[in-house]
Nanobody, 128 residues
């Protein structure tokens, strides 16, 4: 079992910055990747970014590339999502998720069903 707790959400102005954290506990050594997803009211869950725990490689949705950065701190078992210049339409509940199964190919970083554990989510509201 892996437990995930997100923090750092809140109100941010468009064009500002915000950093989300995802603290993992439990069998964290079994984690291959951590992904970030978001879900706005009335919309489907959307993949935002992911990071490989072994290589540190990062992957981003086109919509956030160049503005958001995900990173990890192995010693703290924590993954971060740095959100720079967020847009009002990116208001959503942001979730982190852990994948404990190895899949070959980058597709699986963006596939919600490939993740086994999810945090409770943290609300991010971007104001104009």
């Amino acid at each position: 079992q892996v437990q995930l707790v997100e923090s750092g959400g809140g109100l941010v102005q468009a064009g500002g910055s915000l950093r989300l954290s995802c603290a993992a506990s439990g069998r964290t050594f079994s984690t291959y990747a951590t992904g970030w997803f978001r879900q706005a009211p009335g919309k489907e869950r959307e993949w935002v970014a992911a990071i490989s725990w072994s290589s540190g490689s990062t992957y981003y949705a086109d919509s956030v590339k160049g503005r958001f950065t995900t990173s990890r701190d192995n010693a703290k078992n924590t993954v971060y999502l740095q959100m720079n210049s967020p847009k009002t339409e990116e208001t959503a509940v942001y979730y982190c998720a852990a994948r404990t199964t190895y899949y070959s190919g980058t597709y699986y970083y963006s596939a919600p069903l490939s993740y086994d554990y999810w945090g409770q989510g943290t609300q991010v509201t971007v104001s104009s």
